[in-house]
């Protein structure tokens, strides 16, 4: 079993990890509500052989051995499971979907709306990646498969159940689709939703400096593969992280597991691991897609249409918009801190701050949605609300600022005092 060895977390380290990492760059967005719903896991069903006698290793070894990873090609199963503390989400994201079958030109295959239904909950994936223009991500139901498709510059995506596609070339799926699809890596998949354990862990070693401890605690068999247990931990307090584990297998370096523990203590909030894998090269016609005759098929363009007239989510939280492009679409933003406690500072257009009631531009579903989250505070800043998940937390005042990060309630509150 490989012994307990700490890495340097110095900005060299995270350097080392960024700059060589092979695989995509995904965001998770922060749009208060809608942000903690970005945050995707993958429950594994692990071996019970044993834990594996593997040689020593170092966390700098390690996270040197994830970054250097060139695999390319792969298949296998996962299964998704996210604790967020939140209302289940698929109730409220069909009433806002509601509009494709109004037919304002919409699609319920379209990826935007349908991968929200990953953000709580258990799921079953199979996913297949052969080089940076070939993916398929599919989510498996009993009787039904939702599949996203890409083979070079053609995204599909298809529901069985309601017999709908997508269809976009590169350039509309990165806008329209994706929202910046990594050309490097060409997923298929919007941004904010990692599928992936090496997509996940990838977020979190962006994260490792000074304000981190990275050890190497054990080995593990995930999907039958040998692996190392890698251990981040936030060293600060205040935030809602209180570590990540990341199984990174020992031959070839790609992380098969993630495992996200809230600081408060109880279940993970994200689980991530395959339960089978395979790295040999998938089969062509993975990544082969033909709609089935009668299928109702909705270009990109028409989604786009259908995108501008109907509000989500997104269109009733104050700074969502800013805060889901990772604060980059902010024009007055700042962060307060630094590390796993760093809060971003966002000033709302025209300083509104959450709906108070229903009607016609926030329905019902959302601000019972809203209302199940929040929590009413008051201080310096004057009164506001704070709208609560086990990861992402959010405080909106009603002079229309929002500060939200991955801390507690107290932490926020602070920083709006401390900034009035």
């Not at 052969?130 to 139901?141: A, T």
């Not at 000074?210 to 060293?235: C, E, F, I, M, N």
């Not at 501008?308 to 889901?324: F, H, R, S, Y």
């Not at 009413?376 to 600022?401: C, P, Q, W």
């Amino acid at each position: 079993m490989a012994p307990n060895d700490s890495a340097g977390t110095s900005g060299g380290t995270r350097g080392t990890a960024v700059g060589r990492r092979k695989a995509a760059r995904y965001i998770v967005p922060v749009a208060v509500a809608g942000v903690a719903a970005a945050t995707i896991g993958l429950v594994p069903a692990l071996a019970s052989s044993g834990d594996p006698d593997l040689p020593k290793i170092t966390a700098q070894e390690l996270i040197e051995k994830i970054a250097a990873s060139d695999t390319e090609q792969l298949s296998g199963t996962v299964k998704i499971s996210t604790d967020l503390g939140i209302p289940s989400l698929g109730g409220l994201a069909e009433s806002f979907a509601s509009g494709a079958a109004g037919g304002k030109g919409g699609s319920g295959a379209d990826p935007q709306e349908r991968m929200t239904e990953l953000a709580s909950g258990t799921h079953t994936l199979r996913v297949a990646a052969d080089g940076p223009d070939k993916q398929r991500v599919s989510i498996l139901d009993d009787a039904a498969e939702y599949s996203l498709i890409r083979n070079g510059d053609q995204v599909w995506a298809y529901d069985s159940k309601s017999d709908e596609a997508y269809h976009a070339t590169e350039d509309r799926a990165a806008k329209d689709a994706g929202r910046g699809a990594d050309k490097k890596s060409g997923h298929p998949v919007p941004d904010g939703v990692p599928t992936t354990p090496k997509a996940l862990a990838e977020q979190v070693l962006k994260a490792a400096g000074p304000t981190t401890s990275v050890t190497v605690d054990g080995t593990a068999q995930v999907a039958g593969r040998d692996a190392y247990k890698l251990v981040v931990k936030p060293k600060q307090s205040g935030s809602t992280i209180g570590s990540a584990t990341i199984a990174v297998d020992a031959e070839n370096g790609v992380p098969l597991k993630f495992t996200l523990l809230p600081s408060a203590g109880g279940k993970a909030i994200v689980d991530a691991g395959f339960t089978k894998v395979d790295f040999s090269k998938p089969d062509a016609s993975s990544f082969t897609f033909t709609p089935p005759k009668g299928t109702s098929v909705t270009e990109a363009d028409d989604a786009k249409a259908r995108h501008g007239a109907d509000k989500g989510l997104g269109d009733l939280i104050p700074g969502a918009e800013a805060l889901g492009a990772g604060g980059q679409g902010a024009k007055d933003t700042k962060v307060i801190g630094e590390g796993w406690s760093a809060i971003a500072e966002i000033s709302t257009p025209g300083a509104a701050g959450l709906p108070s009631k229903a009607s016609d531009d926030v329905p019902a579903e959302a601000q019972q949605f809203l209302g199940a989250l929040g929590d009413k505070v008051s201080g310096k800043f004057g009164s506001g609300t704070v709208l609560k998940t086990r990861l992402i937390n959010a405080l909106v005042t009603e002079n229309g600022k929002v500060y939200v990060g991955a801390v507690t309630k107290d932490a926020l509150v602070k920083a709006a005092n401390d900034a009035s």
